[in-house]
Nanobody, 120 residues
Framework: VQLVESGGGLVQPGGSLRLSCTAS????????MGWYRQAPGKQRELVAA???????NYADPVKGRFIISRDNAKNTVHLQMNSLKPEDTAVYYC???????????????WGQGTQVTVSS
């Protein structure tokens, strides 16, 4: 099982980016999926999460600007980031709590991380 992210990059303040993350492997089902970020010198923090049923929650700094969504058929989660600010600069990590066809693979998985830089 692995999670592969895409969509990071450099954007000017006020701009938008869309991150995507796809899980692959012997996946039976995926429970919660989410996005975390880690800025230099700071701890990793939750940005947004979405349940298998579509319920969402967001960290206060991104409420009203970011939208998390998922496509269960494709084992994919997206993060639409709008009105980006310099303080959003960080490495963004995808996370998934999943159930595998192989019980030893059940659990929590992380993507490799994708850099988002907001700067003029």
């Amino acid at each position: 099982v692995q999670l592969v992210e895409s969509g990071g990059g450099l954007v000017q303040p006020g701009g938008s980016l869309r991150l995507s993350c796809t899980a692959s492997g012997s996946i039976f089902s995926i429970n919660a999926m989410g996005w975390y970020r880690q800025a230099p010198g700071k701890q990793r923090e939750l940005v947004a999460a979405i349940s298998s049923g579509g319920s969402t929650n967001y960290a206060d700094p991104v409420k009203g600007r970011f939208i998390i969504s998922r496509d269960n058929a494709k084992n994919t989660v997206h993060l639409q980031m709008n009105s980006l600010k310099p303080e959003d600069t960080a490495v963004y990590y995808c996370n998934a709590d999943l159930v595998s066809y192989h019980s030893e693979e059940n659990g929590d998985y992380w993507g490799q991380g994708t850099q988002v830089t907001v700067s003029s």
